[in-house]
């Protein structure tokens, strides 16, 4: 009787399929996430702290409105991975332009819109360009009224440009952080 490999074969190659597949799991599990970078930290730190960072946001948004001025628009800042369901949730969505190499002056203002907010000690800005190497890039700001302040922004190409602000506040005796974010298109 003649020996039939046929079912090997068909094995080996099942098995190898595995193994390559286990194998691009764990390493595309190894590469960090570049298209999002929502909290200005590596994804495991932020993987190991999501409910911390939601809910300090959380806890930050109702007690305070973030409202955003450019060219006569205005519009509100909003807690990274809500943005998607309030684009949806609101129908009156603005669209903030900036002009591409231009000095576009960008307004903040604090609403606090309970009694005893927590106090805002300090807070920073960064811009991101999606899909940029470039993903850090501070705004020289130096608030002098934490309340309402204004800064400068100057994109450099055009595109759609993520702001995020790092915001320090005193809650409950601890000093925390919160995020907020607002999309700007530069064109």
């Known amino acids: 009787m003649k020996k039939n490999y046929w079912p090997l074969g068909i094995l080996l ?17 190894l590469q960090p996430n570049l298209k999002d970078n929502s909290y200005l930290q590596d994804s495991s730190i932020v993987e190991k702290n999501t409910d911390l960072f939601l809910g300090e946001t959380k806890k930050f948004v ?13 519009d ?7 943005i998607k369901a309030q684009k949806i949730e609101r129908k009156n969505h603005k669209e903030l332009l900036l002009k591409v190499q231009a000095h576009n002056i960008v307004t903040l203002k604090f609403i606090p819109l309970v009694k005893n907010p927590p106090k805002i000690l300090d807070y920073k ?10 993903y850090r890039d501070k705004v020289d700001h130096l608030p002098q009224n ?16 993520k702001v995020v602000l790092k915001i320090k506040i005193l809650q409950d005796g601890k ?13």
């Open 175 to 187: 000093e925390k952080e919160v995020y907020l974010q607002r999309d700007f298109l530069a064109k």
């Open 125 to 134: 800005v960064y811009t991101m360009r999606y899909y940029d190497k470039d």
């Open 13 to 29: 190659i099942i098995v190898i399929g595995v193994v390559l597949l286990v194998l691009l799991v764990y390493i595309s599990l």
């Open 76 to 82: 509100l800042f909003f807690p990274p991975y809500s």
């Open 62 to 74: 109702q007690s305070y409105e973030t409202q955003v001025y450019v060219a006569g628009i205005s």
């Open 146 to 161: 934490l309340t309402e302040s204004s800064f400068d922004f100057y994109p450099p190409k055009a595109g759609r440009w």
